[in-house]
Nanobody
């Protein structure tokens, strides 16, 4: 059974930094992409950043230049370095891994990030 576990969330003041990690376990092979999404109360879940197997990255406009995604396919781990955090970055952050020939998505349970002003 595949499990994704996020860590690194917490409470930080505006302007601060956090580093999120997502580790995977179980039978997950041939990762196509790994990414981070977030969902604030009352909002839809949105893409934050994604990194493909080849290393290409995509960021939401709101985080470009402040967040950096990196991944280790061998360790099946993805990271999100978040700098210059703003109160509007507060949300539950979810890890997503897309894998396999049929591009199946696996999701973590999320980690809460709260940025105080």
């Amino acid at each position: 059974q595949v499990q994704l576990v996020e860590s690194g969330g917490g409470l930080v003041q505006a302007g601060g930094s956090l580093n999120l990690s997502c580790t995977t376990s179980g039978s997950i092979f041939s990762i196509n992409a790994m990414g981070w999404h977030r969902q604030a109360p009352g909002n839809q879940r949105e893409l934050v950043a994604v990194i493909t197997r080849g290393g290409s990255t995509t960021y939401a406009i709101s985080v470009k230049g402040r967040f950096t995604i990196s991944g280790d396919n061998a360790k099946k781990t993805v990271y999100l370095q978040m700098n210059s955090l703003r109160p509007e970055d507060s949300a539950v952050y979810y890890c997503r891994v897309n894998a396999g020939y049929y591009s199946r998505d696996y999701w973590g349970k999320g980690t809460l990030v709260t940025v105080s002003s």
